[in-house]
């Protein structure tokens, strides 16, 4: 189960998750693009269910839709994630952050809740976001709703062991339509900053996502990975 799978990062994971010999449902608002990414995995082991990320009936509806199809639910990517605003936190519309915890945060339990209620047996992943390590200018609520989700990360790794993996990912600037404020136009000065020369792609969050859904990972729990192309390390001089 991968939420927020229609594009980017999701899309990617549930690719990767296909290609490795698994089943994949994945969720999102617009149906087209829904049909269009099922359509480009290209097989009937991926199937999607349209709703809002935040609608506890279309959690429900669709964690059902998912063991119904495929027999059982053995891993959940809470992937979804909304960032309505820009701006420092002094000028923060605070429905717009209200929202974003709601649907980053409260709405990424909401999912787990539903997926341990059907049965979930081996793994989450919660796709946070390096905003959630450090400071994040003019993304600082979007950062720190993702800072909550790592500690959520932590917290449910302990509640849910020994049955239940809980991991998460830290991604830096990716080339995708969520994030393309954060380079369009300078995507080279962006770069620049990152030691591995580049910024990411979502297939490079997509295999560490894989990684931490498998049995490589069967003794890694109540982590966050860092995939950020060296960015984190920092240098002086």
């Known amino acids: ?17 296909v290609a490795e010999g698994g089943k994949v449902v994945i969720t999102g608002r617009d149906p087209e693009s829904l049909q269009q990414a099922v359509d480009e995995i290209g097989t009937d082991d991926a199937v999607f269910v349209r709703g809002r990320a935040d609608d506890a009936d279309h959690q429900v509806a669709t964690i059902a839709h998912a063991v119904e199809r495929f027999g059982r639910l053995d891993h959940l990517v809470n992937n979804t994630g909304i960032n309505p605003s820009w701006g420092p936190l002094r000028e923060l519309d605070l429905v717009a952050a209200r929202k974003i915890m709601e649907v980053n945060v409260i709405g990424s339990l909401q999912w787990t ?46 509640e849910l062991a020994p049955a239940i993996r809980v991991n998460a990912v830290a991604p830096a600037v990716v080339r995708t339509k969520f994030a393309d404020a954060l380079f369009a136009g300078r995507e080279d000065e962006a770069a620049a900053a990152y030691p591995l020369a580049r910024l990411g792609e979502p297939d490079d969050v997509a295999g560490p996502v894989a990684f931490l859904l498998s049995d490589d990972a069967a003794w890694v729990t109540g982590q966050t990975l860092k995939i950020d192309g060296g960015v984190s390390i920092g240098s002086v001089g």
Not at 1 to 17: D, H, K, P
Not at 115 to 131: E, K, M, P, T
Request: charged fraction near 15%.
């Open 113 to 158: 809740r539903a997926a341990l209620d059907a049965g979930l047996s081996r793994s989450i992943v919660n796709v946070a976001s390096l905003a959630g390590i450090s400071a994040s200018p003019n993304i600082a609520f979007y950062g720190a709703s993702k800072a909550a989700l790592i500690n959520l990360t932590s917290q449910l790794a302990d």
């Open 1 to 17: 189960m991968v939420t927020g799978g229609s594009r980017g990062i999701g899309l990617a994971i549930a690719r990767r998750i």
